[in-house]
Every structure is written in structure tokens, then in C-alpha cells.
């Protein structure tokens, strides 16, 4: 695995589709030299950026990012005494919203959250797999020295056995 894992949130079609047009007008204004249509390519702009955060388990740095186009931006941190990564599912909700209606679609998600100084979290990585999302816990708990919780069940969380994990692939508790 990657010295660096990242996580990007993605951006949904709709607004991909929406923020490619915009750019595409903005640009066509622009070199018909209309000075309005910076408005158009600036909107365009904004619905193709997304958030995010990076881990350099190397140098034990993270950041929060935004990201444009693939290019991600912010400032390295360092991480200060992480103590345990918790493996938790929940759902991810979606609002869409258009002039009289708005609907909100709910699909779960399994969320790795960093935990250090206590009560301090950074949200590493998301994914819908189960199998990847302990994958890659088990190999920034092996990098940083750190334990890994399973917070799957609600109210029922559990310490992973991270050799179990990592030697035969299959989830062992040490409770």
C-alpha cells in the first residue's frame, strides 16, 4: 500500500455535469471578451471542488484538503500522539434540491476515524467495502503503532487483533 493514503470525497455527476457546462460558458464568454461570464466560470469552479484528507504514514503528517480537478491543496500537520483508528458505519446523506422539492437519499458508508489527543478525530478514508476499509485500518495502524477498534455494531464496540488481521485476513477480537 501507498506511503499516503488519501480520501476525496466525490463529487456526485449531476455536478460534474452542471460545473463542465458552466466552465465551458464562462470560457466561451471569456473569449468573446464578456466580463460577466467570469461569473458563470467561477460557479463551475465551485461545483467541481471537493474536501477531503491525506495521511503521509512515512513522516506521520495529514492534512485536510481541497481539491479542484484532482489538485489538492492544504497545509501538512503533524500528526500529534494518535492513539487508535476505529473502523464505523453509518449512512451518508445526499440532499437534492430543486425550485418547490427536495429529497434526501441516505446509503451507508464505512468511515475510518483517527483518533488522537484523546478525543480529537480526522476522518482518513471512506469506502463501502468492509473488507477494504479494514485493509487499509490495519495498514495505518501497523504504520503509525496504534490500535484498531471495530465500531461497526452500534454499542458494540471491539479491539481488533491487528497480526489475526493482517496474517489470515479474517477479523479476531481480544476482548
Known amino acids: 500500500m501507498d506511503a499516503i493514503i488519501r480520501y476525496t ?3 456526485p455527476v449531476w455536478k460534474t455535469i452542471i460545473g463542465f457546462a458552466a466552465i465551458l460558458i464562462g470560457l466561451l464568454g471569456l473569449i468573446s471578451l464578456i466580463y460577466l461570464a467570469l461569473v458563470p466560470l467561477l460557479f463551475g469552479f465551485m461545483m467541481l471542488k471537493t474536501d477531503g484528507s491525506e495521511i503521509d504514514l512515512e513522516s506521520k503528517t495529514y492534512r485536510k484538503t481541497d481539491s479542484l480537478l484532482g489538485f489538492s491543496i492544504g497545509k501538512w500537520q503533524t500528526l500529534q500522539n494518535p492513539e487508535y483508528i476505529s ?5 451518508e446523506n445526499i440532499t ?3 425550485v418547490t422539492a427536495e429529497t434526501t437519499n441516505s446509503f ?11 478525543n480529537k478525530k480526522i476522518t482518513v478514508y471512506k469506502t463501502e467495502k468492509l473488507k477494504d476499509a479494514f485493509d487499509v485500518a490495519s495498514h495505518i495502524a501497523d504504520a503509525l ?6 465500531a461497526t455494531v ?3 464496540y471491539k479491539w481488533v487483533d491487528k497480526d ?4 489470515k485476513g479474517e477479523i479476531v477480537y481480544t476482548d
Do not use: H, Q, S, W
Open 145 to 150: 503503532g496504534i490500535d484498531l477498534l471495530d
Open 87 to 91: 473502523v464505523f458505519n453509518t449512512t
Open 108 to 118: 451507508p458508508v464505512i468511515v475510518l476515524n483517527l483518533f488522537y489527543e484523546r
Open 96 to 98: 437534492v434540491r430543486v
Open 164 to 167: 489475526a488481521l493482517r496474517e
Open 9 to 11: 470525497r466525490k463529487v
Open 154 to 156: 452500534k454499542n458494540d
